[in-house]
Structure formats: C-alpha cells, structure tokens
C-alpha cells in the first residue's frame, strides 16, 4: 500500500518553546495556564493526547525519577507492554512540582485540561513560527533526547514503539538544522 509522504514537522528551537508557552500562559484566557501546562507536559514526556489525559499523579514517582505511562495503542506484538517508563527531566520534575503544590489526590490527573490546540495555534501565530499540534510536541520530546544525546532505541521505548528503533529512525533520523551544524 503506498502511502502519503509527510513532510517532517518544523518544530520550535528550544528558546521558540519557551517563549511560545510564555505567550500560552499569559493570553489573559480563563484555562490559560492549564493550556501552557499541558504543552509542557506533552513535549516533556513524549505522551500521545489519550496518554497525557490519562496520567496521574500516583503515575510520578519522583524518587526514582519515572513517570509511568498507560500505553494508548494496543498491539498484539509479543513485545508489547501496557505501561512504559519515561524518565523525568529537570524540566518536567518543576512542573511536576508545581502542579503537585495543592496536595491533589494521587488519583488526580496532572493535568487539567485535555488539550491546547487553539491555545497553541495562537501562540505558534505570535512567536512567528509555523503551525503545531499536540502530536509534534512528542515530535519536539523525541528530537530533543535524540540531540541530547540519547539513542533511538531508547527513546523508541520511551515512546512505547514495540519495534526495536525502526520507525523512531525513519521518524526522528532527521535532526534540526542547527543540531546537525553543531
């Protein structure tokens, strides 16, 4: 079957990032925040939409540093598993923190709302770059463990891909522009 050849997403350099959840948080709406949170949460753990919504704070364990994933896709390879480990990055490990202030129930999900799309589209509008979704930050969490020096098949795991690799490389194989000059 032969298939539509998607162009690579163009994703935000890491100051577009923090600017764009910047200008998220500040737009004066009412979920304002929420909407900037849940940015952050989805491009600091690589979680598809479902699997964000789905996350608890009883899934952060912040002593060993792990937030446990529900995997979305059910497979029925051998490998598949349903739950996987990310683990926390400083980055995440604030928001985590922060969000976690309130003392919730550890049932509570992390996030507040379930997702930014107009949110983000504005934002995406103001820092000048081009349109994102939801999915590309998963996109912008791979590439970055990619860049920091992380290997595919352990960022494919992160992921929750059951392949060994193969689609994080045909995926995730090309880097930034300015990764590749460095």
Not at 37 to 60: I, K, M, P, Q
Not at 94 to 118: D, F, H, N, W, Y
Request: aromatic share 6%.
């Amino acid at each position: 079957r032969m298939g539509i050849v998607q162009a690579p997403p163009v994703l935000p350099e890491p100051e577009q990032f923090l600017k764009l959840v910047e200008i998220m948080e500040n737009s004066g709406a009412r979920q304002s925040q929420d909407c900037a949170d849940f940015a952050r949460f989805l491009a600091y753990s690589g979680c598809r939409l479902s699997e964000a919504r789905a996350a608890t704070f009883a899934d952060a364990d912040m002593d060993k540093g792990f937030l446990t994933v529900h995997n979305a896709k059910v497979r029925r390879a051998r490998n598949w598993k349903p739950t996987r480990l990310v683990p926390i990055i400083p980055d995440m490990r604030q928001l985590l923190e922060r969000l976690k202030m309130g003392s919730p129930e550890p049932t509570a999900p992390i996030c507040k709302v379930g997702e930014c799309e107009k949110s983000l589209t504005r934002a995406c509008k103001m820092v000048g770059i081009p349109k994102i979704t939801h999915h590309d930050l998963r996109h912008l969490f791979a590439t970055r463990c990619i860049e920091a020096g992380v290997d595919i098949p352990t960022v494919s795991r992160w992921l929750g891909h059951s392949d060994g690799g193969a689609l994080a490389m045909r995926v995730y194989g090309h880097l930034r522009e300015q990764h590749s000059v460095a």
